[in-house]
């Protein structure tokens, strides 16, 4: 691995970074996403050598690097207020970190090549004072890619700019670390950079690590209750095991509903391990909606009352009742019309049972009675 952290723990007093465990191939995109406070940027400045563990190793390309000095690294950062020296215009203040690494005839020639990529060829003598907010930033981007760092790191680098702005330069980005072979560890809180440039996703809470894993897993399999509501799975329910073989598994909820999985990597060990007692998540984009009960290949079928309904964006949100359980589901504007979606109307839910999703997989004794 390129990048292993081990046991790494570090003590501010009022928050504790506890017992991280990771590792990142070269070249591998790995966005940290999590509440605020959780601990994201305390890691990539941990990382980078700002704060020093408690215990616990930092290794990089084999080598241990706690003990080494930020600037010793080879480690480049990038914040969310890019911090650009303002009696410098943007050719200098690209070329401040490289001069200690090339020549003064090879900087002009790497800052060339990196304002095309960036798209600032034009601005490269401009006052810093003078620039918008995605030229600040991709002037701190080209400062940092240019003395060739083993790893960036990006604390919401696009958290600040506006929309049509973030767009750009996330596809931007995405083709650049690529042509420099940059590892590069972002924090973000938008998930359409998560779903852009993330080849894996971490989801932290508390100071710890909750998942660490591609991102369909994270989002279609999440490991346990606080990261399937965090990246939106809104449906999450415990239910008793009525039935388990090693193809699916029947559950029933409180309200009586019967639930069938066929999360096949944990339906064999529920069975094996006589677990009593799960939680299971769908997400909203799975839920089908109907007037009318239908046969389809949807193994999980139910009647309930829309007791919400919320417009958001394109897309609207129900919310359906069924015995005392609610179900969400996203519908398109036009669909709803369809429908004739309202309060109090009573209409069939279904989803697949490869949709429903089992919880705290590796912990089942957490939620067994």
């Known amino acids: 691995m390129y990048l292993e952290i081990k046991n790494l723990t570090v003590d501010l007093g009022d928050f504790i970074l506890k017992n991280i465990n990771f590792s990142i191939h070269e070249g591998e995109y790995v966005i940290l996403i999590g509440p605020t406070g959780s601990g994201k940027s305390v890691l990539l400045e941990t990382i980078i050598g700002f704060y020093s563990p408690n215990k616990g190793e930092i290794k990089l390309n084999g080598n241990i690097i706690n003990n080494l000095h930020p600037e010793d690294r080879g480690i480049g950062i990038v914040y969310q207020d890019n911090i650009l020296f303002p009696n410098m215009d943007v050719y200098e203040n690209i070329a401040y970190g490289a001069k200690k690494k090339f020549s003064d005839e090879e900087i002009d020639e790497k800052i060339k090549d990196i304002a095309k990529k960036m798209k600032i060829s034009h601005i490269l003598h401009r006052d810093i004072n003078t620039l918008s907010g995605g030229e600040a930033q991709r002037t701190s981007l080209a400062r940092a890619l240019i003395v060739e760092p083993k790893i960036i790191l990006m604390d919401e680098p696009f958290s600040a700019l506006d929309i049509t702005t973030q767009g750009k330069l996330t596809s931007m980005i995405k083709h650049i670390v690529k042509d420099y072979k940059t590892t590069v560890i972002h924090i973000t809180h938008n998930f359409n950079e998560v779903w852009n440039l993330a080849d894996r996703v971490g989801v932290m809470k508390d100071g710890k690590v909750q998942q660490l894993a591609s991102v369909h897993e994270v989002f279609s399999k999440p490991e346990n209750n606080f990261v399937a ?13 009525v039935d388990a073989d090693s193809e699916k598994i029947i559950v029933k909820l ?5 639930i069938t999985s066929s999360d096949t990597e944990c339906t064999g060990k529920i069975k094996e391990k006589g677990i009593e007692k799960i939680l299971i998540a769908v997400r909203p984009e799975n839920i089908i909606f109907s007037n009318e009960k239908f046969e389809s290949s949807a193994k999980n079928q139910l009647k309930g009352k829309i007791v919400d ?11 359906v009742d069924v015995g005392g359980d609610i179900f969400r589901g996203l519908l398109t504007k036009s669909s709803a019309d369809v ?4 309060l109090n109307k009573e209409i069939y839910i279904s989803f697949k049972s490869l ?7 590796y912990n089942y004794k957490k939620i067994k009675n």
């Open 339 to 342: 429908l004739k979606v309202k």
């Open 355 to 361: 949709n429903v999703t089992i919880l705290d997989k």
């Open 254 to 258: 409180d309200s009586g509903s019967l």
């Open 229 to 241: 509501d965090f990246v939106g799975v809104r449906n999450i329910f415990e239910g008793k095991v």
């Open 309 to 319: 309904i919320k417009e958001t964006g394109p897309t609207v949100l129900v919310s």
